[in-house]
Structure formats: structure tokens, C-alpha cells
């Protein structure tokens, strides 16, 4: 099984802070979706990043996928107390079963005004 | 108009029972899923449904079975329920393919007791 590594698993800031979170997995991705999970809801997908290098941007979010698509990072710059949730990274397997996404185990973040 | 939608999104059951979990689906998507996500948040893929044919069945014990009358459907019937079956399960829908977008419903909340 593929694994997708989270770090941190939990992290608490201070309101204007910056924070990455980090996505490694010694796999080979043909993508990989970030979703942000709210209590009580389903993950809502934020972005998918597919090219090697490639980095999108979501207002304050910077999304980044590692040059040998295996690892991504999350950037929040000037967290705020709405950012608040699980984060999930999620990877679409290179070359194995199309549809099935692999989850990481979530890094859970709290922004404090 | 909910995308996915599951029910009942709270269930409280006695081991040893049988509980159905429902979830539909309107969004044209060929392919569904069931996860579950464990008390520590790890989001873990049980099954896959595309085109009415099981594609991914984890090592999930077989008195767990999902059954797809239709494409927009897709039910998860669960015998002899036990303690540890407690969790959040999520149904979720997309289209086959890679680097595509899973839309979650809002997951059913287990509680044997």
C-alpha cells in the first residue's frame, strides 16, 4: 500500500501566522488533490496539482507539487481563524487503479484570533 | 440540491445487528465509493463501484457489502455489527479517470454499542 505521510498532524497558530504543511510519499503520483474537512461535513476539494514543479495559488493557499510528483505542500500565508479544519492530501496512484485515491492521515489546523 | 447525499447521518445500533447506510448521487458520476475515517481522522477507502462493477474491494471484513442498484446509487449494508465498526463512513462520487475530483457526502456517524 502507498502511504501518504502528513506533517504536522496537528498544529495551533496565532491569527496572521504563515504555516506550510507537507505531503511525502516515496510513491510516484500522476496527481494530488488537497480537501479541507470541517467538523460534522464531507472533505471539500481545494485544488489538484498535476505537473511536476507545479504551483497554484488559492487566494492565501500556495499549493505546491514536487518535481518528482511523490511530495506537495501546503503554504497558508496570514492564517485566519476561517481556515480552521482538517487538511487532507490525496493521491491519484500513477499507473495503478484510476479512481482510487489514497488519503494522508490529515493535518488538523487551528487558527486563533 | 445536495451533490451526494447519505443517510441516515446518525446511527445508533446494538452489536450483533445488521444497518444499511444510503447514499445517492446527482451528478452524472460513473463511479462511487464508500470510506471510512477512524477516531484519529484517517480517511480510509472500503470500496468502489464503477459502471455497477465492484473495482476496488479493501480488506474490509465481508460482513460489509455495498450494493449499487444504479449508477447513482450506491448502499452499504453492514451484518453482526461490532464495536469497532464505530466510525464516520463517507460515501463519495466522481468520475473514472485520473486526477479526478471526488465530491463527499456529508457521512454517517456509527455508534455500536
Known amino acids: 500500500t502507498q502511504l501518504l505521510e502528513q506533517s504536522p498532524q496537528f498544529l495551533s497558530i496565532q491569527e496572521g501566522e504563515n504555516l506550510t504543511v507537507y505531503c511525502n510519499s516515496s510513491s510516484v503520483f500522476s496527481s494530488l488533490q488537497w480537501y479541507r474537512q470541517e467538523p460534522g461535513e464531507g472533505p471539500v476539494l481545494l485544488v489538484t496539482v498535476v505537473t511536476g514543479g507545479e504551483v497554484k495559488k488559492l487566494k492565501r493557499l500556495t499549493f505546491q507539487f514536487g518535481d518528482a510528483r511523490k511530495d506537495s505542500s501546503l503554504h497558508i500565508t496570514a492564517a485566519q481563524p476561517g481556515d480552521t479544519g482538517l487538511y487532507l492530501c490525496a493521491g491519484v496512484h500513477y499507473g495503478g487503479s484510476q479512481g482510487n485515491l489514497i488519503f494522508g492521515k490529515g493535518t488538523k489546523l487551528s487558527v486563533k484570533p | 440540491d445536495t451533490a451526494v447525499s447519505q443517510t441516515p447521518k446518525y446511527l445508533v445500533t446494538q452489536m450483533g445487528n445488521d444497518k444499511s447506510i444510503k447514499c445517492e448521487q446527482n451528478l452524472g458520476h460513473d463511479t462511487m465509493y464508500w470510506y471510512k475515517q477512524d477516531s484519529k481522522k484517517f480517511l480510509k477507502i472500503m470500496f468502489s463501484?464503477?459502471?455497477?462493477?465492484?473495482?476496488i474491494n479493501e480488506t474490509v471484513p465481508n460482513r460489509f457489502s455495498p450494493k449499487s442498484p444504479d449508477k447513482a446509487h450506491l448502499n452499504l449494508h453492514i451484518n453482526s455489527l461490532e464495536l469497532g465498526d464505530s466510525a464516520v463512513y463517507f460515501c463519495a462520487s466522481s468520475f473514472w479517470g485520473g486526477n479526478t475530483e471526488a465530491f463527499f457526502g456529508q457521512g454517517t456517524r456509527l455508534t455500536v454499542v
Open positions: 463501484y464503477n459502471n455497477k462493477e465492484l473495482i
